[in-house]
Structures are given as C-alpha cells and as structure tokens.
C-alpha cells in the first residue's frame, strides 16, 4: 500500500521560502518519476517540478530559478524548496508519484498514479 503524506506548507509573506516534503512509505521504486502540483481554487490542477531517477528536473517556467525539486532516495522523502514565494504560488500542493517509468511530459499529471492528501501554502 503506497501512502504519500506532504507536510511543510503554511502562510507566508512574499518573498518568503518554504520547504515542502513528501514522504512516500511503501513506494516500491524510488526510481520512477516524482513530483509536485498544485490547485489554486477554481484553476486546474497544474504540474509544478518534477524529479526523474536520474535525478533530472523539470520545471514550468513560472518557478523556475525559485524553486528547487530534490529527493532523498535512502528515505524516499521528496522536497520541493520554494523560494521567493509570491502571491500567485498560492494554492495547495499535492505530492505525486508514478507507478511506471515516464519518458516524457513530466508535469502532465496523467502520468502520475499515487498523491498525496495535499498541503496549503498561502502567501500574502
């Protein structure tokens, strides 16, 4: 049973940081594709970073060189360090995680099987 449980989210001002973590408990490969969304109410749920097993990254281009995707693979705990936050990062992000390896379109969430409950972030 896989089981992704975020935590880390919280208010905070613009221009603030936050650290997102995920720990994924009987993922059976940390080596499949991870990543992070988020919803903004009444948005589609969109894709955020996303992080290979190779350690790639991709990003949408509104986070990038702000926000940083990482995985601790001993622990499987994925992170997502957002820096510089502002108002518009508001939403609630979700931890996701495939169950097959992905070869492209990172951030489509169709590609995604398991999440997690989400986390708030609120900046103001």
């Known amino acids: 049973h896989v089981q992704l449980v975020e935590s880390g989210g919280g208010s905070v001002q613009a221009g603030g940081s936050l650290r997102l973590s995920c720990v994924a408990s009987?993922?059976?490969?940390?080596?499949?594709?991870m990543g992070w969304f988020r919803q903004a109410p009444g948005k589609e749920r969109e894709g955020v970073a996303a992080?290979?097993?190779?350690?790639?990254?991709t990003y949408i281009d509104s986070v990038k060189d702000r926000f940083t995707i990482s995985v601790d693979n001993a622990k499987n705990i994925l992170f997502l360090q957002m820096n510089s936050l502002k108002p518009e990062d508001t939403a609630v992000y979700y931890c996701a995680a495939a169950a097959r390896p992905v070869w492209s379109r990172f951030l489509n969430r169709a590609q995604y099987y398991y999440w997690g409950q989400g986390t708030q972030v609120t900046v103001s």
């Open positions: 009987g993922y059976p490969d940390g080596r499949n594709c």
């Open positions: 992080i290979e097993g190779d350690g790639s990254a």
